[in-house]
Nanobody
Framework: VQLQAWGGLVQPGGSLRLSCAASGFFLDYYAIGWFRQAPGKEREWVSCISSSDSSSTYYADSVKGRFTISRDNAKSTVYLQMNSLNAEDTAVYYC????????????????WGQGTLVTVSS
């Protein structure tokens, strides 16, 4: 089981789409979440999308209205579209597979991607 994500550098006010490619399991059956860890801070939950049965989406208040999570099961990929980025969004972003629960806590996830750095800077 692997989860891989790719990030990058973006200017304040800009947009970036993160991709999380899953392998070794059927993405359709699992909810996927995104977390981030800013320098000097604890890792925090950002968003999650339920399994394909409903594909319901959930967001932290800090990103609601700016970030959009989606999935393409045919490509075994989950995306995080991030708009109106600011310096506070600078962090290492992680995607993870939900094992149980509602998906708001790290302990509910069983497999994690390696993390990808998103830097918002001019």
């Amino acid at each position: 089981v692997q989860l891989q994500a790719w990030g990058g550098l973006v200017q304040p006010g800009g947009s970036l789409r993160l991709s999380c490619a899953a392998s070794g399991f059927f993405l359709d059956y699992y909810a996927i979440g995104w977390f981030r860890q800013a320098p000097g801070k604890e890792r925090e939950w950002v968003s999650c999308i339920s399994s394909s049965d409903s594909s319901s989406t959930y967001y932290a208040d800090s990103v609601k209205g700016r970030f959009t999570i989606s999935r393409d099961n045919a490509k075994s990929t989950v995306y995080l579209q991030m708009n109106s980025l600011n310096a506070e969004d600078t962090a290492v972003y992680y995607c993870a597979r939900l094992a149980y629960g509602l998906g708001f806590r790290e302990s509910e996830y069983d497999y994690w991607g390696q993390g990808t750095l998103v830097t918002v800077s001019s």
